[in-house]
Nanobody, 122 residues
Framework: QLQLVESGGGLVQAGGSLRLSCAASGGFFSRYVGAWFRQVQGKEREFVAGIGWKVGKTYYVDFVKGRFTISRDNDKNTLFLQMNGLKPEDTAVYYC???????????????WGQGTQVTVSS
């Protein structure tokens, strides 16, 4: 199983940008689908973006399309989430995850990072 560690969260004003990183170790990261989820206390963890390992196809929740970009560097075992045009509604703890197969349900991901806080002020 992979070990995942997120970084890059912080406090920004509305309209600002952040770049989240997820460092993977302990497995063949290039063989896993990568994904980002976010969670607000009291709510379910929700899918934000995903990227395949074979051809790099990407998937986004409607609310972040055109603002967020997911990418990966298999040579460095790292997953990224570039977030532009941030809104207060984006405030949440962001988690990276990995799965052998593509999907948007949190239940199919067995490998998770510890989470990084993103706070967007108005």
């Amino acid at each position: 199983q992979l070990q995942l560690v997120e970084s890059g969260g912080g406090l920004v004003q509305a309209g600002g940008s952040l770049r989240l990183s997820c460092a993977a170790s302990g497995g063949f990261f290039s063989r896993y689908v990568g994904a980002w989820f976010r969670q607000v206390q009291g709510k379910e963890r929700e899918f934000v973006a995903g990227i395949g390992w074979k051809v790099g196809k990407t998937y986004y929740v409607d609310f972040v399309k055109g603002r967020f970009t997911i990418s990966r560097d298999n040579d460095k075992n790292t997953l990224f989430l570039q977030m532009n045009g941030l809104k207060p509604e984006d405030t949440a703890v962001y988690y990276c995850a990995a799965s052998p197969e593509a999907g948007i349900g949190a239940e199919q991901y067995a490998n998770w990072g510890q989470g990084t806080q993103v706070t967007v002020s108005s």
